[in-house]
């Protein structure tokens, strides 16, 4: 693991090989609540033939903020910065920016897993010649249903509130984990990384990221950020996640002209829930260099 600074705040991140004659990274963004672990068995699979990248976002996992809320950050010598708002999907995608500037990454694919695939939209309007392509893992939406996010972040909230450390020591609590949102039973190391995960995201990055990235006006913005994209966008769901449903993530790919009214630019995973790069690591990676191999000549 290595750390570097990002507009104030030390980011951990893994960073393979570069690989002779793959004109590409590969940059995994994770979800809420979780860290870039979980994109190993995926990058296990990839490394050999891209250089991956992976990263904790600010407040979880080893990206630990040690101050108090930015209203604004520091000022860098990067380009093409959105104007900084706490925790949406946005300002996420705004960190993203300054870190491939500074890995001198020029030229990469995104790999988002919910939270982390709107963060990898974003960064792509951002960035549209350094991004070539978005691939989305169990992300979508797009759709704002008061009751059902009045409800989501009301839970959301009460969840983050009460975290003591020592949840990481209670017997079977490591079970609970390995069931949540997922068909089948993950193994039991995710099931304690997800747990320690859940107890160590700092509480305003916890609570920040899900009530400024769930209001109504961000949840309606993201439609436009995919209509709007001119590199391929991806989406690859499970049939059976219940976070993230496939009509949601159909609804959202809908709007990037790959869709083509027929939904070719979505894959779906049978008998897979809310972690497919967990469940499911090997179709993942599959599919991933299917995409890949498609828009080998594309976009330089």
């Known amino acids: ?51 991956c990248l992976a990263y904790d976002l600010r407040g979880f996992g080893q990206s630990q903020i040690n101050h108090v809320s ?27 920016v300054v870190l491939l500037e500074k890995l001198n990454i020029t030229s990469a694919w995104l ?26 893992v169990n992300a979508g939406g797009g759709i704002y249903l008061k009751e059902a996010f009045d409800q989501f972040r009301s839970w959301g909230s009460r969840l983050i509130k009460y975290r003591p450390r020592w949840l990481c020591y209670l017997p079977l609590l490591d079970l609970l984990f390995t069931r949540a949102n997922v068909v089948q039973a993950i193994a039991p190391a995710w099931g304690r990384q997800r747990l320690i995960d859940f107890v160590i995201a700092h509480p305003e990055a916890a609570l920040g990221s899900l009530l400024d990235s769930t209001t109504e006006a961000e949840i309606n913005l993201l439609p436009k950020v995919v209509s709007q994209l001119q590199q391929p966008v991806y989406f690859i769901t499970g049939d059976k996640d219940q976070i993230m449903e496939p009509k949601y993530v159909r609804h959202l790919a809908s709007f990037h002209p790959l869709f083509q009214a027929c939904g070719n630019n979505v894959i779906e995973i049978p008998h897979c829930g809310h972690l497919a790069m967990v469940e499911h690591p090997q179709t993942v990676a599959h599919q991933i260099c299917l995409l890949l191999e498609q828009h080998k000549s594309s976009r330089g």
């Open 1 to 51: 693991m290595a750390t570097i600074e990002i507009l104030g705040v030390p980011h951990a991140y893994e960073l393979t090989t570069p690989i002779a004659g793959s004109s590409h990274a590969l940059v995994f963004i994770h979800g809420w609540l979780l860290s870039r672990g979980y994109w190993q068995p995926i990058i296990e699979q990839l490394s050999s033939d891209f250089q």
């Open 70 to 96: 930015r209203e604004s950050p520091p000022q860098e010598n990067i380009s093409n910065l959105v104007p900084y708002s706490c925790y949406t999907a946005a300002a996420y995608a705004q960190d993203l």
């Open 111 to 136: 790999i988002g897993h919910s939270l982390g695939g709107s963060i990898a939209l974003w960064a792509a309007q951002q960035l549209p010649d350094r991004i070539k392509g978005v691939i989305c």
